[in-house]
């Protein structure tokens, strides 16, 4: 009788869960379930064995499902934080070539350092010229006093080193004032002393010229 009850219960157990399945069959295979179903039906520890293979596969099968939904997820974040990446390296590219591009316009116009006045064109007053006095020696020292000395011409003195024009042509205002009237402005471009034709009008452009006193 319990071996009946058995049975019957393996039987309605898989009558329920492949009943669609079973009705797909095609009558050579359903005659062979119906064989392993009897089979199953003597020996119940088989059946047993089955069911917890089963379950032990759906188990494996949801767990595997579980973990392809967290990588969908991780791979939605990777992708979020690749586009996120992906849209920095573009900022970056573009500040790089701008930063190329002010490169260029610095390199092709270079930026004059006001206090260099080795380069670029400057302004000095000559306060005269003399033979018999030699100051040559304070020239390096002092960036405010300088001059020229060559063999066989009397020595040329200059006081104060301008970037503007016109605060030259103040100064040498002041000098004349003071009772240096041999005092007048000498141009100096990249260290070298040039015609103030050639400089003047790049410098003193815009600018009212009355009263300079050249």
């Not at 869960?17 to 119906?34: D, G, I, R, V």
């Not at 992708?79 to 190329?100: M, N, V, W």
């Not at 390096?140 to 066989?152: L, V």
Request: hydrophobic share 35%; aromatic share 8%; glycine share 6%.
């Amino acid at each position: 009788m319990k071996k009946r009850i058995v049975l019957f219960f393996c039987l309605t157990l898989m009558a329920a869960a492949s009943t669609q399945s079973f009705a797909q069959l095609s009558k050579k295979e359903k005659k062979e379930w119906k064989k392993k179903a009897k089979e199953y039906g003597k020996n119940p520890a088989n059946l047993k064995q089955l069911i917890e293979d089963k379950q032990s596969a759906d188990n494996t099968v949801s767990s595997l499902n579980q973990k392809v939904t967290q990588m969908q997820s991780s791979i939605s974040d990777k992708d979020a934080k690749i586009a996120e990446l992906e849209d920095q390296l573009t900022q970056l590219r573009g500040q790089l070539t701008s930063a190329k591009a002010e490169l260029a316009q610095l390199k092709e116009a270079p930026v004059v350092n006001s206090m260099d006045f080795s380069k670029g064109v400057v302004f000095k007053v000559q306060i005269g010229a003399f033979k018999n006095k030699n100051l040559q020696k304070y020239f390096d020292n002092n960036p405010n006093f300088g001059g020229e000395a060559k063999d066989g011409e009397p020595q040329k003195l200059t006081i104060g080193i301008f970037r503007d024009y016109w605060e030259a042509d103040t100064f040498k205002k002041y000098m004349r004032e003071m009772g240096v009237k041999d005092a007048w402005i000498v141009p100096y471009k990249d260290g070298q002393r040039v015609e103030i034709k050639d400089v003047l009008e790049g410098v003193v452009a815009d600018k009212p010229a009355a009263g300079s006193g050249e």
